[in-house]
């Protein structure tokens, strides 16, 4: 199986500040990853595809980027709203694996 | 549009059969492949397998020899049968649409949670 490792677990910003989350693949996924955002008692919701395609109606501040193994998630100015936890999930083969997960606060 | 909502019993007895229905509205069955994910509280999120829209499933191998994925299109719905089920079964069972050949779920229902205990 892929193992996806997420990193921080954790971790805390400032308002309007940019955060990055990395994703990191056990093996070559040619940008078969996405990118969810889950709120406390909710579903997660589709942020991104292909690496770096952004979901409809995600708001432009949410990027990706990376090939190979690395990839990462940008948050270019945080907001209230973006608090939640991230996972990223890989696509390449099947059992289809998921991140551990990164719990952003607001600091 | 599109929509999916997961029913079943909150609770199932240790050693017991769990039996989740996902009825979905908003597309076809034979159109779309349905997965199911789980997630324990508070922890991550387990991929558990999928019905293609062709009527194929594929099952996670850590899962294969206590899951079974079934499908009524007249009904649109997805059925998940586990047996054998313990403490550690405990989760919010979704039920989630993919688009057409690819992998990412882009739309999940509102999960139901599977509490197993006696």
């Known amino acids: 199986d892929i193992q996806m490792t997420q990193s921080p677990a954790s971790l805390s910003a400032s308002l309007g500040e940019t955060v990055t989350i990395q994703c990191q693949a056990s093996?070559?996924?040619?940008?078969?990853l996405a990118w969810y955002q889950q709120k406390p008692g909710k579903s997660p919701q589709l942020l991104i595809y292909?690496?770096?395609s952004l979901q409809d109606g995600v708001p432009s501040r949410f990027s990706g980027s990376g090939s190979g193994t690395q990839y990462s998630l940008k948050i270019s100015s945080m907001q209230t709203e973006d608090e939640g936890v991230y996972f990223c999930?890989?696509?390449?083969?099947?059992?289809?694996?998921f991140g551990s997960g990164t719990k952003l606060e607001i600091k | 549009q599109v929509q999916l909502k997961e029913s079943g019993p909150g609770l199932v007895q240790p050693s017991q059969t769990l039996s989740l229905t996902c009825t979905v509205s908003?597309?076809?069955?034979?159109?779309?492949?349905v997965h199911w994910v789980r997630q324990p509280p508070g922890k991550g999120l387990e991929w558990m397998g999928r019905?293609?829209?062709?009527?194929?499933?594929y099952y996670n191998s850590a899962l294969k020899s206590r899951l079974s994925i079934s499908r009524d299109t007249s009904k649109s719905q997805v059925f998940l049968k586990m047996n054998s089920l313990q403490t550690e079964d405990t989760a919010i069972y979704y039920c989630?649409?993919?688009?057409?050949?690819?992998?990412?779920?882009?739309?999940w229902g509102q999960g139901t949670l599977v509490t197993v205990s006696s």
């Open positions: 989630t649409r993919v688009e057409f050949g690819a992998y990412w779920f882009a739309y």
């Open positions: 908003g597309f076809s069955l034979m159109d779309y492949s």
């Open positions: 019905m293609k829209y062709d009527g194929d499933t």
């Open positions: 093996e070559d996924i040619y940008s078969g």
């Open positions: 292909g690496a770096s």
């Open positions: 999930q890989q696509g390449l083969k099947y059992p289809l694996t």
